[in-house]
């Protein structure tokens, strides 16, 4: 806990509270898809409550810190150039926010997200709603031409009976 001094008493800063900052400095990069945890952040996220540090852990000294950040990325992007963002980001946030001096910022990739942009999905989710519509279309019109054939295959029987009868 880092506790600022000053003339008015003392400021109490927790742990916690730095993971957030750092954690949030982390997601506004792009190319950050989210943050990974360990059991209690998914427990604490299965019961409703956002867990604002997860995938954060912090070691504050008394005007210094480490970050540690545990991220998935999305997939595509230069991984490099966004753990290196994050840093900056994060260093930034963290120091500008507290007073604290940010000595390390270390970046950890657990994961690559591939599923696909949510456009992209709607837009091949359309895709093959055309392509179910079409095939049906096929198939009705298949059905109909096969109808015709037994008519006029019908009819060709009728006109047969009749002049067999005649």
Do not use: C, R, W
């Amino acid at each position: 806990m880092y506790q600022p001094a000053h003339d008015y008493g003392s400021v109490h800063i927790a742990d916690e509270v730095i993971a957030i900052i750092a954690g949030l400095a982390a997601t506004e990069i792009e190319g950050v898809k989210s943050m990974t945890g360990g059991f209690g952040g998914g427990l604490v996220e299965l019961l409703g409550k956002k867990n604002l540090s997860k995938g954060v852990k912090v070691e504050v000294g008394e005007k210094e810190a480490k970050i540690d950040l545990y991220l998935v990325i999305e997939y595509g992007s230069v991984i490099h150039a966004v753990a290196t963002k994050v840093q900056e980001n994060a260093k930034k946030a963290v120091e500008g926010m507290t007073g604290l001096k940010v000595m390390e910022v270390n970046v950890f990739i657990t994961g690559i997200d591939t599923h696909m942009p949510k456009e992209d999905e709607e837009e091949e989710e359309g895709k093959e709603k055309k392509d179910k519509q079409d095939q049906e279309e096929t198939d009705k019109g298949k059905k109909e031409k096969k109808g015709k054939k037994t008519k006029k295959e019908t009819q060709e029987k009728k006109d047969e009976e009749k002049d067999k009868n005649k």
